[in-house]
């Protein structure tokens, strides 16, 4: 990853090949940069090749969808959209017992997105890492590459996005995303990502609001 010159983006490259930057097997060890408690230098943008899949993944309440909403102006499948659809369709129905229909249509969208070969910055709800393997084979099949921005921040804090949105995750779920965004935590820190995962960028709340914009290369 290396920043372009005079244009305050960050873009992503392949690691350096030769000694010492080969990992077992032979293969090109992937790119982690952690922008955390750096917000002077974190870029204004995040620009990733064209045709890739960027996984934006993170505690419930974050800012995931936030950081979506505000920087991403490629196609994006953002699981929250999916439900305010299925909300304004479903009016006065708690959203329990139709959540099983919007996580099927999120992942049917995800599936038709990735078909068409477009870039695409996905929406992570963190718990299930089977996605984020499948989002990279299907990824390297298309001869791609899996991105990851990872959101790092307090559960506390992740708890008060919650009271602001007005939407609540249970104590059981949000305890298993805890463990959870701990674990891909831990593995993003020591370089072992995903199945077809290229490459990966830890932020926090603060130099999550740096980034203005999520893109990619034309």
């Not at 993944?57 to 505000?70: A, D, H, V």
């Not at 991403?72 to 009016?91: C, E, G, K």
């Not at 695409?120 to 990279?136: E, K, M, N, S, Y």
Request: with cysteine; aromatic share 6%.
């Amino acid at each position: 990853m290396t920043v372009g010159r005079n244009t305050g983006q960050v873009r992503e490259v392949p690691a350096p090949k030769g000694p010492g930057h080969q990992a077992a097997g032979g293969q090109t060890r992937p790119v982690v940069r952690d922008l955390r408690g750096r917000p002077e230098r974190t870029p204004p943008e995040l620009v990733f090749d064209a045709g890739d899949v960027v996984v934006v993944s993170g505690l419930p309440g974050s800012g995931k969808t936030t950081l979506m909403r505000r920087a991403v102006t490629d196609r994006r499948i953002d699981s929250q959209d999916t439900r305010l659809a299925w909300q304004r369709r479903l009016p006065g129905i708690p959203y329990a017992l139709y959540r099983p229909l919007t996580r099927t249509a999120h992942f049917a969208r995800t599936w038709w997105a990735l078909r068409s070969g477009d870039s695409l910055v996905v929406h992570d709800c963190g718990t299930q890492a089977w996605v984020r393997h499948w989002l990279g084979r299907g990824a390297r099949r298309r001869g791609r590459a899996l991105r990851l921005v990872v959101l790092d921040v307090p559960a506390g804090t992740a708890l008060e996005g919650q009271a602001i949105r007005g939407r609540w995750v249970s104590k059981y779920a949000f305890a298993r995303h805890r463990g959870a965004a701990r674990r891909l935590i831990a593995q993003v820190e020591a370089g072992r990502l995903p199945t077809g995962c290229a490459s990966a960028v830890l932020l926090d709340r603060e130099s999550a609001t740096v980034l203005r914009r999520i893109g990619f290369s034309e």
